[in-house]
Nanobody, 122 residues
Framework: QVILVESGGGSVQAGGSLRLSCAST????????MGWFRQGAEMEREWLAT???????RYAGSVQGRFTISRDIAKNTLSLQMNNLKPEDTAMYYC????????????????YGQGTQVTVSS
């Protein structure tokens, strides 16, 4: 059974930082790509960052330079460091496992967790 569990969300003021974590079962973690997407009220799913199993990260333009994705293979964990948060970053954030790079091929999404809420106030 594939399980992804996100944590680390919360409420911060604009300019603040949060670090999201995702614990996963081994069979999810060994998917070629892991990543993060978000979805807010009345918003479409937005892919934020993905990382290949060799550690190469990719970012959406909206978060490039502010967010950093990383993975700890030994611990089967995925992280997203978010700095300089803005009110428009408010959304539910999801950890995901993909068969291909979901930033380019969103339909390659295989599994995702239940999400963690991030709220940024101005």
């Amino acid at each position: 059974q594939v399980i992804l569990v996100e944590s680390g969300g919360g409420s911060v003021q604009a300019g603040g930082s949060l670090r999201l974590s995702c614990a996963s079962t081994t069979n999810a973690y060994r998917r070629a790509f892991m990543g993060w997407f978000r979805q807010g009220a009345e918003m479409e799913r937005e892919w934020l960052a993905t990382i290949y199993n060799d550690g190469l990260p990719r970012y959406a333009g909206s978060v490039q330079g502010r967010f950093t994705i990383s993975r700890d293979i030994a611990k089967n964990t995925l992280s997203l460091q978010m700095n300089n948060l803005k009110p428009e970053d408010t959304a539910m954030y999801y950890c995901a496992a993909c068969d291909s790079d979901c930033l380019i091929y969103p339909r390659s999404l295989s599994y995702y967790g239940q999400g963690t809420q991030v709220t940024v106030s101005s």
